[in-house]
């Protein structure tokens, strides 16, 4: 249990994501969760609509991956990948090089979605550095994006709502597109086609390799984006020389409704980030993915990719990703995300008449409300709470992104609950700073 003594020490201490210890948030102390269900130490229970910031996709506590861990203990918790390997480690990277399209051959298993993001970084400039071409030693980026927190993956974020305000003059200076305009299951527009023409004319005599989220710009705003978008980008990385970056953090393992949301537009990156779903929400990993011709182009003449953290290729984290994807792919999970987009579709469609709302938008198992202004966490929070639902916005983006394991009944009384809430809520006065979010007001409110 524990004590209000402890949730003060918490408060007086322990810093939250993207808090003040000046004006903290409210922290809610949990006791247990179990499938789609959280519970906290008072008793209530909340229906979960954030599945851990999209990672625990087969809900909480499941007996396959608790029994993964559990077996892999026993065994051996960590050790150390220099030098040494483990099956876990082989069988993971096995998998996904399986489930991932065919020119991606090579394999990075990072700590975390911001390392790996750096690795795919350095993966490009050594590449490029090894070619002789030593000029293209920046990054493209899509405005309105987010890529981690890491000083390489902030420079790479939006430069305007990111944390370029703070710490723009120590992050390298990056060259950045206009975000993508097309809808997603539209035509790339003109402007979208002209501005990514006009891009590569202007920049990519010294582009290392162009970054992006794949289909879903997500920390960033939840923007949903067309699929010819990525296949013009294609295009144009190879015909310039310059390596594809596709971040899939949080759109890989099915949340679009395809595996990767790359395979919307049928195009296959130089470079692939994965992590968040990646063990089921268990425990950290990543991973970043390569093919051949980038690969042999890093490491010829006995030349090594430059990164190699203490707890690289975890074996506790190796298992239960193995096991988790193994559980994904044995699953229904496609007919499972076209279910949890029909009853987003349904049940978050009459938020469009509520106050404050601006648009709707859906894309597999994602249900994005966007606000005219920015909501104030502070007072949704716990109206949520109360409510019985666990779901935390961001900016003007309230949205629900569920395990692929939640019930039916439980979705609709996830979204009926949410919609009740914001129904109570007269406006939405700028909220404080969350991933994704413009820091330039600090305050928490």
Known sequence: MISEKMVQFDRDHIWHPYTSMTTPL???????????????????????GMSSWWSTIHGYNHPRLNEAIRIQSEKMNHIMFGGLTHEPAILLSQLLIEITPEPLQHIFLADSGS??????????????????????CRFGALRKGYHGDTFGAMSVSDPETGMHSLFGNSVAKQLFLEAPSSKFGESLNDFD????????????????AVIVEPIVQGAGGMRFYSAEYLIELRKLCSENDVLLIADEIATGFGRT????????????????CLGKALTGGQMTLAATLTTTEVARGICADGNVLMHGPTFMANPLACAV????????????WESRI????????????????????????ICGAIG??????????SELQPRFVDAGIWVRPFGKVIYIMPAFTIKEMALKLLCERLLTVLKTVKNYPDCPVEAGVSIRQTKAT
């Open 338 to 361: 076209i279910g949890i987009s029909e009853i987003l579709t349904e049940s978050l469609a009459p938020a469009r008449s509520i106050s404050g709302v601006v648009d709707v938008r």
């Open 26 to 48: 409210a922290v809610y102390p949990v006791e247990s969760a179990q499938g789609t269900t959280i519970r906290l130490t008072d008793g209530r229970e909340l229906i979960d």
């Open 368 to 377: 994005v409300i966007e606000t005219e202004v920015a909501v104030r966490m």
């Open 115 to 136: 390392i790996s993001v750096e690795v795919a970084m350095k993966m490009a400039l050594q590449y490029q550095f090894n070619q002789n071409k030593s000029e293209k």
């Open 193 to 208: 086609r002209t501005n990514l023409h006009d891009f590569f004319s202007r920049n990519s005599h010294e582009l290392a």
């Open 257 to 272: 409704g395809k595996l990767f949301a790359c395979e919307h537009a049928g195009i296959v990156p130089d470079i692939l």
């Open 321 to 332: 990703a193995l096991e988790s994807t193994r559980l994904l792919l044995e699953s229904p």
